[in-house]
């Protein structure tokens, strides 16, 4: 079964549109809908039949509309009485509404991930749910209490999809949508603010001046404003003459390279030859390390550099939310098949369509797959491409021992010498150079973590007074290092901090326990003595916390006892956390 809420309401069967007819039956089945399996009180839906004026026999009539809803879905949906109220609820009903919103998020993650083609790709599909004006047949009750949200929505989402297009390079193509936007909103500023824009990268200067003149003189006349900063700034930008950007028919760009890219020369070298050589299947290579040592940059920095080798493309996707957790697999298919130009990838909703689809488009083609964030070696196999000339490169805290043929490269801190290079290009040489003794002292507090060192250069930066001896002293201290090494957009517990979600409580508990010991090195036996822990769930823990990349394993000799070590600053951070019994 199908709903539509973005349209004339409706539901329909394999394609069929069910004959349902009036204004109040349809108003009902909106308003169950739009509660989302949440029970819709009588009086919520007296309210939207009938305001303030209900009849007398409200109760019966509303038991008449849902009985002639109940008689056209069958068993297939169900409308139930709880309580005071009904609530609508199906299984594998589809609709519009839960599909657009699911678009919605996805788009808009995209947007802010900077994957502009997607980004575009997701919120035009998005804005395709909408089949004329939202909850059209319905009465003015409800229009007035939900169309208004709705149509708030769909603004947004348009906003989106033309900031995604004119990110693309896209902006001829959207002069004549623009225009009409301005036309029909006249005070509306972002509309006016994108014309602009569209008109000065299309070489056409002196209409995108008549569009800000006119706007000026329209919020005017009718508001007595001046316009805003959206649309002030468009115009600015024209007049300093900002680039522009290139059409780009590619459908997902790479993450962009880390400004100020430092060291890492060994590792560079191997993956070169690793993804460059041919060999009797795909290459399929692995970058782990700790949570921060600069997998993902150095992912980025490679895949750049090897683009060229791979003529059909190079495709990238995030295997984690913002959170750290994982994403569904159904989801990042999806978003690989629209890199890949399959327009329709959104529209399904079984995986092993999808995935079948992917191992097709990735068959007869030599494309360098990089998946970003792996948290395990589950999920792992249906993204890798199907073809013997293609590679997979793969970043993750842990190995994936379980995929076919991997190739590991393993990521350690930065060398004092590739830290002390990396605040150079950050702060500026001279600043360094002046004070070399300091600048080594922050190197080292700092144990080789590119955020460490970017969030100490931040704050620099933001104080070109403070002598680098001054950040030193600052840095110290233990107690307050990790907040002293987060600045701007560093947040440094937050970044050491993210595979501690994925632990079992226990593990987690013991964590605190465990920093008692210090750096290390540390045994599973004296972990056990040190907290009265079982040996073997000790060694349990340490394997947990080895496999996170929050404790470092020392290679042991013939066959030995394992022993662990913290990295100084995850040993701050499990510190700081609160210890429980």
């Known amino acids: 079964m199908q709903f539509s809420l973005l349209g004339p309401v409706s539901a329909q069967r394999h394609g069929v549109r069910l004959p349902l007819s009036g204004t109040k039956i349809h108003t009902v089945l909106a308003v169950l809908l739009l509660a989302d399996g949440r029970t819709v009180s009588d009086e919520r839906l007296s309210d939207m039949l009938w305001g ?3 009849p007398a026999t409200h109760s019966a009539q509303i038991y008449t509309y849902v009985s002639r809803l109940r008689k056209h879905f069958g068993g297939s949906v169900q409308i139930l009485r709880q309580g005071p109220g009904y609530v609508l609820r199906t299984e594998s009903g589809q609709i519009d509404l839960l599909t657009f919103e699911r678009l919605r998020r996805r788009g808009q993650q995209a947007l802010e991930e900077g994957r502009y083609p997607q980004a575009a790709q997701l919120l035009a599909d998005a ?13 003015e009750h409800l229009l007035q209490a939900e169309r208004p949200r709705l149509e708030s929505l769909r603004t947004e989402v348009l906003e989106q999809r033309i900031e995604a297009d004119l990110a693309c390079g896209r902006h001829r193509g959207l002069i004549a949508e623009l225009t009409a936007l301005v036309a029909r909103f006249p005070m509306a500023e972002p509309w006016r603010a994108y014309l602009i824009t569209a008109l000065y990268r299309s070489s056409r200067q002196a209409e995108a001046v008549r569009v800000y003149e006119e706007g000026r003189r329209v919020l005017d006349e009718q508001l007595g404003v001046v316009p805003g900063p959206q649309l002030s700034e468009a115009y600015l930008a024209m007049l300093r003459g900002e680039p522009v950007p290139v059409d780009d028919p590619s459908p997902a760009p790479l993450p962009p390279r880390v400004a100020s890219f430092t060291g890492r020369s060994a590792q560079l070298s191997r993956l070169r030859l690793l993804l ?3 060999g009797r299947g795909r290459r399929t290579v692995q970058i782990t390390g700790m949570t921060g040592s600069g997998k993902s940059a150095l992912a980025a920095e490679v895949a750049h550099e090897l683009a060229g ?5 190079v495709l990238h996707a995030t295997l984690q939310d913002g ?12 978003e690989l098949l629209l890199d890949l130009g399959d327009r329709s990838a959104s529209d399904s909703t079984d995986l092993t369509d999808l995935v079948r689809r992917y191992r097709a488009r990735t068959a007869r083609g030599r494309l360098l797959v990089v998946l970003d964030g792996a948290g395990s070696d589950h999920g792992i196999g249906p993204l890798l491409p199907a073809d013997p000339a293609a590679a997979a490169l793969i970043t993750g ?4 021992d379980s995929v076919p043929a991997v190739h590991t490269v393993v990521l350690g801190p930065l060398s004092d010498e590739e830290g002390l290079t990396l605040l150079s290009a950050l702060v500026g040489p001279a ?27 931040a704050r620099l930066l933001a104080h070109p007074h403070w002598s680098m001896a001054r950040m030193s002293a600052l840095l110290r201290e233990p107690a307050g290092r990790l907040r002293a090494l987060s600045y701007g957009d560093v947040d440094l517990p937050r970044v050491l901090g993210q595979p501690l979600n994925q632990l079992c409580p226990s593990t987690r508990t013991a964590l605190p326990w465990l920093a008692r010991l210090g750096l290390g090195p540390f045994t599973a036996r004296l972990l056990a003595d040190s907290t009265g822990l079982a040996e073997t769930q000790a060694q349990r823990t340490l394997d947990e916390l080895a496999d996170a990349a929050l404790l470092d394993v020392e290679p042991s000799v013939d066959g030995g006892v394992r022993r662990y070590r913290f990295h100084p600053l995850v040993l701050l951070l499990a510190e700081s956390l609160p210890r429980d019994r």
Do not use: H, I
Request: net charge positive; glycine share 8%; aromatic share 4%.
């Open 52 to 54: 303030d004026a209900p």
């Open 397 to 400: 805290r842990s190995r994936l």
């Open 127 to 139: 804005l395709a749910c909408f089949t004329g004006d939202p909850l059209d047949n319905t009465t």
């Open 431 to 457: 600043r360094v150079a002046a004070e070399p003794a300091a600048a080594r002292d922050v190197v080292r507090y700092c144990a080789g973590l590119p955020p460490a060192l970017r969030g100490a250069a």
């Open 309 to 313: 080798d791979f003529p059909d493309g």
């Open 276 to 278: 460059r050589t041919p």
């Open 323 to 334: 959170r750290g957790a994982p994403r569904p697999l159904k989801e990042v298919v999806s």
